[in-house]
T-cell receptor, first 111, second 114 residues
Framework: QKEVEQNSGPLSVPEGAIASLNCTYS??????FFWYRQYSGKSPELIMS????GDKEDGRFTAQLNKASQYVSLLIRDSQPSDSATYLC???????????FGSGTRLLVRP | DARVTQTPRDKVTEMGQEVTMRCQPI?????VFWYRQTMMQGLELLAY????????DSGMPKDRFSAEMPDATLATLKIQPSEPRDSAVYFC????????????FGPGTRLTVL
């Protein structure tokens, strides 16, 4: 079992729809959770960070964390073609500096 | 606009050659990370430093890879000798210093070993 699991996709949604990206992790000691977006040929860039159970909203993005279920998700409202990218979930291990990345979910937003 | 810089952006070399990749972290950041990304393995942490001291290099093949921080503004990753399986994109990232902090990635070095 991988430490951080994501569905590789592609997840295809029409423009304007809600895209839901999911991630599960195995280390119960993890304290910090991140969503990065990576366009093809580019470096990962931070979308959201979340540290407490519940929802955190930033513009069209909402991160959801459930530590009991070891589950973190990212919702993208009003999806745009420019949101088409690979979304990487990252979790820190043992409250250390070490981030473990999932393999990423490729999102395609159809015009 | 503070950002992590990496050189070279692309490197093509032949098997057996030494490769050196350089990274300049964001000014004021005291944690530096080296990652490798391939289609098969995804994004893997190779090594990281805090205040220039190596904290963990367990992700690195020890016999051929080495990572150093000669000063606070420069981190290096060397591969000697290089092998075709080292072909990947190597990212450097830096962070302000807390375990909960975001890591900011550089543009990467695309390495091709023939």
């Amino acid at each position: 079992q991988k430490e951080v699991e994501q569905n590789s996709g592609p997840l295809s949604v029409p423009e304007g729809a809600i895209a839901s990206l999911n991630c599960t992790y195995s280390d119960r000691g993890s304290q910090s959770f991140f969503w990065y977006r990576q366009y093809s040929g580019k470096s990962p860039e931070l979308i959201m960070s979340i540290y407490s159970n519940g929802d955190k909203e930033d513009g069209r993005f909402t991160a959801q964390l459930n530590k009991a279920s070891q589950y973190v998700s990212l919702l993208i409202r009003d999806s745009q073609p420019s949101d088409s990218a690979t979304y990487l979930c990252a979790v820190n291990r043992d409250s250390s500096y070490k981030l473990i990345f999932g393999s990423g979910t490729r999102l395609l937003v159809r015009p | 606009d503070a950002r992590v810089t990496q050189t070279p952006r692309d490197k093509v070399t032949e098997m057996g050659q030494e490769v050196t990749m350089r990274c300049q972290p964001i000014l004021g950041h005291n944690t530096v990370f080296w990652y490798r990304q391939t289609m098969m393995q995804g994004l893997e942490l190779l090594a990281y430093f805090r205040n220039r001291a190596p904290l963990d290099d367990s992700g690195m093949p020890k016999d051929r890879f080495s990572a150093e921080m000669p000063d606070a503004t420069l981190a290096t990753l060397k591969i000697q000798p290089s092998e075709p399986r080292d072909s990947a994109v190597y990212f450097c990232a830096s962070g302000p210093g807390q375990t909960t902090d975001t890591q900011y990635f550089g543009p990467g070095t695309r390495l091709t070993v023939l």
